[in-house]
């Protein structure tokens, strides 16, 4: 009697040798030991490139080099239909260069984000309605700095520090960030747009 295999396909696998195995890119689960290492130890690809690339495969494949191995094993996929290895070259970390990055990138979003509260400032006139809410409040006439200006700057960098849900190491919840979930949909669209576009130069249908 044939065995039963459950496969569980990652959509997306970041690896880092060039010999590429089943157990690398998803998760197996048999009740027979036996078949189940013997199935997580099957080639899938052998990367001949020495450069960062991805390369798109389909489960149906998979489902084959199954076969190929034992014909007895029936294969249950409950992951991904296709799926997407994203090789990287092994290298030595760089940590200058990784703080270099990481410091433009604060720099970047610490100037654009002043600049784009500052803009709305200026386009909403936040001066001139503060002078008035002092001038309605306490009947005079305001100065060039007020509490208004402090409690408004101290509740804005309040709020996106809640906003954010992020703040060094500490989280305030156990939510994901807005980034973090900003990066997960532009991650799902990336992985979608790479099979898609395989499967159409497969099918010699590609409008780039």
């Not at 296709?82 to 410091?103: L, R």
Request: charged fraction near 25%; hydrophobic fraction near 40%; glycine fraction near 6%.
């Amino acid at each position: 009697m044939g065995k039963t295999l459950y496969l569980k396909l990652n959509q997306i696998s970041e690896i880092h040798e060039k010999d590429v195995y089943l157990k690398d890119i998803g998760e197996l689960y048999s009740d027979d030991s036996a078949v189940l290492n013997k199935c997580k130890v099957i080639k899938v690809k052998k990367i001949s490139s020495d450069r960062n690339h991805r390369y798109v495969g389909s489960v149906l494949d998979i489902i084959q080099l199954i076969a190929d191995e034992d014909s007895s094993v029936q294969v249950e996929n409950v992951g991904e239909t296709d799926f997407i290895i994203d090789y990287k070259p092994p290298k030595s970390p760089n940590y200058v260069w990784a703080w270099a990055k990481t410091i433009f990138v604060c720099v970047v979003c610490f100037c654009g984000a002043a600049f784009a509260i500052m803009t709305f400032n200026n386009d909403a006139s936040v001066t001139d309605v503060f002078r008035e809410v002092y001038r309605l409040v306490l009947g005079q006439e305001a100065g060039d700095f007020t509490i208004l200006e402090l409690s408004y700057s101290i509740g804005l960098a309040v709020g996106v520090v809640l906003f954010f849900n992020h703040f060094s190491k500490w989280k305030l919840n156990t939510d994901p960030t807005p980034l973090e979930v900003e990066m997960r949909l532009y991650e799902d669209n990336i992985s979608k747009t790479l099979i898609q576009n395989d499967g159409r130069k497969e099918s010699g249908v590609d409008v780039t």
